[in-house]
Structures are given as structure tokens and as C-alpha cells.
């Protein structure tokens, strides 16, 4: 009997792998060690200190900057999940037709074309509409976000819906439900941690986004991405390891509640 091939059993797989997730988590345990500095300095130890956190609670800069990430992040996020949840029902409740496949790479096509194209387009595209209307405000930050955000929500949507049971939905309709009621009473809450962990995956990546931010914004408009980026091009200081410690434990907070969501079943 043939024994069967598992890579696990390969000589030094285990070395190997300890070795990639050490050297991939070792800079940031690094970083949230060093938000703790009492030291001005990134790279000498001073002592246990919270100095940098209330430096960083009390720098203006740094206060706006995140209250406009967190505003851009939870629009965008909602008005994806929307989206999502409607393309997804779209193309899941549905029989197969020529076409469908195009329809999903469409949907998904930000997740395959490079951010930084994306950025170039949505810059000249933006750039366009802000010389003949004139509004130069947030507006363009959330389309921008939303388009990028939307296949980020869908896949776990659009996941939860082909592995719901369609029995309860066609008994619903059998008992003269409407569509819209069958819907509310029956797919919605079978489909809410699917649209739950679309809405906190899509927040997470709008809120860590960099690239197409830049591109994007006009005067005045740092995200806290882009301003973490512009204080590292001054010189690096403890201030930024303390904002980016708090920034890494609400990205880790959102994805684990992301993974449970997605795991649920009931």
C-alpha cells in the first residue's frame, strides 16, 4: 500500500516554517515593544513608559487623522457591503447563464489589477469632476474606497449564500411569502454573519489603505495611513510605534471577529 504524500513529514518543513513566521512577526513584536520606550529613540531601550500613547492621544495631527480614517473607513464599508450583499444575491440566486462567470470577474477585477493602476485611474478620473464641479471634499475618498472595498465584501457574502440551505427559503414561498418578505424574515438573518464579516473585512482594508489614498486626496485629507507614512519620511520616533501598535490591535480585533463571523453556521 502506497503511503500517502503529506508535506508536513518533509525534512525540515518544520525549521522552515518557525523560521518564515519568526521573521514575519519578529519587526512587529519589535515595534509594539518600542511603543513602550520611555527613550526618544527607535532603537535604545529607556524603560517601561506610556509617554508615546498620550504624546500621540494629544498631537492634533494624529487626532483628525484618525477620526477621518474611521469616517471614510465605515462609509465605505457600508455602502460596499451593500453593494456586495446585492451582487451577491444577484449572481447566487439565480440559474447559470452564459455570462455569469464574466459577471465575477468583473465584480472581483480590483482584487486582480494592481492598487497602484487603480490609484492612476481613479486620479485622473477624479481629477476630471474636481475642475468642473469644484468640490474637492471626502466624497472621492469614499467612492474610491467603496469601488476598491466592494469584492473584499462580496467573497464571504457571496460564500455564505452558496452554503445556505435553500429548503427553508422555497418553503417560505410555498407558504405565499413575497419575495421581499421570504427575504427578511428568512435569507437575511441566514445571510447576517456572511454580511457582518464582508462589512468588518471591507472596513480593514479601507482603513490600512495607503496607495490609492494617496492618489486620491486632496490638501488637508491625511488618513492616518498617510500620515504615519509622512512623519516616517521626517525621521521615525516612538510616537509612530505607539500609533501604529494601536492601529495593528484594532486590525487584529476586526479580523478575529472577521474569522469567527465567517465560521459561523447558525
Not at 474636481?130 to 474606497?145: D, E, F, P, V
Amino acid at each position: 500500500m502506497a503511503k500517502r504524500f503529506s508535506i508536513k513529514q518533509q525534512t525540515g518543513f518544520t525549521t522552515i516554517a518557525f523560521a518564515c513566521f519568526f521573521l514575519l512577526y519578529l519587526p512587529i513584536a519589535v515595534l509594539v515593544i518600542y511603543a513602550f520606550n520611555e527613550s526618544s529613540s527607535v532603537s535604545d531601550w529607556g524603560g517601561f513608559s506610556l509617554r508615546w500613547f498620550a504624546a500621540a492621544w494629544s498631537n492634533q495631527q494624529v487626532v483628525d487623522a484618525s477620526w477621518r480614517s474611521l469616517k471614510i473607513a465605515s462609509s465605505a464599508a457600508i455602502i460596499a457591503t451593500i453593494a456586495a450583499t446585492m451582487a451577491a444575491l444577484a449572481t447566487t440566486r439565480t440559474r447559470a447563464y452564459r455570462g455569469l462567470t464574466f459577471k465575477y470577474a468583473f465584480i472581483n477585477q480590483p482584487l486582480m489589477v494592481p492598487e497602484i493602476v487603480t490609484g492612476v485611474a481613479l486620479l485622473i478620473f477624479f481629477a476630471q469632476i474636481k475642475i468642473s464641479s469644484g468640490y474637492t471634499g471626502l466624497g472621492y475618498l469614499i467612492a474610491a474606497h467603496t469601488a476598491f472595498c466592494i469584492p473584499f465584501a462580496y467573497l464571504p457574502i457571496r460564500a455564505r449564500l452558496e452554503n445556505m440551505d435553500l429548503t427553508l427559503e422555497r418553503a417560505a414561498a410555498d407558504l405565499y411569502a413575497t419575495p421581499w418578505k421570504a427575504f427578511r424574515r428568512v435569507t437575511l438573518p441566514l445571510l447576517w454573519p456572511g454580511i457582518i464579516a464582508g462589512l468588518m473585512l471591507a472596513f480593514v482594508i479601507s482603513l490600512d489603505d495607503v496607495v490609492i489614498t494617496e492618489f486620491v486626496k486632496s490638501g488637508g485629507q491625511d488618513t492616518l495611513p498617510t500620515y504615519m507614512l509622512g512623519q516616517i519620511r521626517r525621521g521615525i520616533t516612538p510616537e509612530v510605534n505607539a500609533i501604529s501598535t494601536v492601529f495593528l490591535l484594532l486590525s487584529v480585533v476586526i479580523v478575529t471577529l472577521f474569522f469567527f463571523m465567517s465560521r459561523k453556521r447558525d
